[in-house]
């Protein structure tokens, strides 16, 4: 983590005044996600109906077309949210689970404090080297942190 230029680190404090940003933002995202997916299913119907008659006065191919165009829009929507978090410094884990991570020390030690959407607060860290942190590998912040 040391390595990353420009890597944002966290105090607890600036951590806790993100999650007030993230309450709205991470249902906006998953329903910016929801509506891709919507998209993309229509666009594979459309694609199939297409795909067997394509005549430039087809209404079907007119929706595709139109469909394509909002889809792309709407993947546009979604990276750009999802770079605004990580332009912030956020490190989203977890969108179905609402779980973000804040780089973070704690002495000498690079750590992320974690936080999971329904959570009243960032209330706990792990360290760095947990790749794939769990439940148990949260630790609780103290006032020692």
């Not at 007030?20 to 459309?46: G, H, M, Q």
């Not at 977890?94 to 020390?105: A, I, M, Q, T, W």
């Not at 329904?118 to 790749?131: I, L, P, T, Y």
Request: aromatic share 8%; proline share 3%; charged share 35%.
């Amino acid at each position: 983590m040391a390595s990353d230029a420009g890597l944002h680190i966290f105090t607890v404090e600036q951590a806790n005044r993100a999650v007030k940003d993230l309450r709205k933002t991470l249902p906006a995202l998953r329903r910016t996600l929801e509506e891709v997916e919507v998209l993309e299913d229509r666009l594979a119907v459309l694609s199939l109906i297409c795909d067997r008659a394509v005549v430039a006065d087809n209404p079907d191919l007119r929706e595709y077309l139109a469909t394509k165009l909002r889809y792309h829009r709407k993947i546009s929507e979604f990276e750009g949210m999802w770079q605004g978090l990580e332009s912030e410094g956020y490190l989203l884990r977890d969108l179905e689970k609402g779980v973000v991570h804040f780089p973070s020390r704690r002495g000498d030690e690079n750590v992320f404090l974690c936080w999971r959407e329904g959570e009243a607060r960032v209330s706990h860290w792990h360290a760095e080297e947990d790749k794939q942190p769990d439940e148990d590998s949260r630790r609780d912040i103290d006032r020692n942190f």
